[in-house]
């Protein structure tokens, strides 16, 4: 257990509902982290968050793809309109802000689109 | 960020060392070499990084060449516990940018 933890750990879902996933990190990192995980593939970045910033969105990150960190603590990851190419690990990550690539990963949410 | 190169697998005795190559070739100065694992159906876990020198901890060595174009990660004495895929990453950002990989199977 790394200390950062989500829900729901999977969910399945029809095609075109919404679905939100919640990631709680380590309480004193400043930094949170999305990533998502296809079968056979290493993780990729989504986006993060400094405190309740969010600074950066990979352009894997479409319009349907939303993400927020209201007081800085927990996030939440949105998806609108799922679709089956949605189906993925959703990794969430947190770390302190000292530029180091060390983060501490939850263990996940299996999304299935049916 | 710098590409990184793994083998796709690699088979490992139990109680042996494990030596894990990675190339990265266009290393910049102040790009650190960052190891992760990811055990089936879990998140990645941290395993240990360098920038020039080799490094040490509970978990693993790290070997830096001296021109930093590649490094090896080793296991000690692998366990079942260590099957895996490692990641080698360079980082000089805020992102990790994962490849494929390398696949350990430590076999009884």
């Known amino acids: 257990d790394t200390g950062v933890s989500q829900d729901p750990r999977h969910k399945i879902t029809k095609r075109g509902q919404n679905v939100t996933f919640r990631c709680d990190p380590i309480?004193?990192?400043?930094?949170l982290y999305w990533y998502r995980q296809t079968l056979g593939q290493g993780p990729e970045f989504l986006t993060y968050?400094?405190?309740?910033?969010?600074?950066?969105k990979s352009r894997l990150l479409s319009d349907r793809f939303s993400a927020e960190r209201p007081k800085g603590s927990f996030s939440t990851l949105e998806i609108q309109r799922t679709e089956q190419g949605d189906s993925a690990m959703y990794l969430c990550?947190?770390?302190?802000?000292?530029?180091?690539?060390?983060?501490?990963f939850g263990p996940g949410t299996r999304l299935t689109v049916l | 960020d710098a590409k990184t190169t793994q083998p796709p697998s690699m088979d490992c005795a139990e109680g042996r060392a494990a030596n894990l190559p990675c190339n990265h070739s266009?290393?910049?100065?102040?790009?650190?070499v960052y190891w992760y694992r990811q055990i089936h159906s879990q998140g990645p876990q941290y395993i240990i990084h360098?920038?020039?020198n080799n490094e040490t901890n509970e978990m693993a060595s790290l070997i830096i060449t001296e021109d930093r174009k590649s490094s090896t990660l080793i296991l000690p004495h692998a366990t079942l516990r260590d099957t895996a895929v490692y990641y080698c990453?360079?980082?000089?950002?805020?992102?990790?940018?994962f490849g494929a990989g390398t696949t350990v199977t430590v076999r009884a």
């Open positions: 266009t290393i910049s100065g102040n790009e650190y």
């Open positions: 990453i360079v980082f000089n950002d805020y992102k990790l940018s």
């Open positions: 309480s004193e990192h400043n930094r």
């Open positions: 360098g920038l020039k």
């Open positions: 990550a947190s770390s302190l802000a000292t530029g180091s690539a060390l983060q501490f």
């Open positions: 968050f400094q405190n309740e910033a969010q600074l950066e």
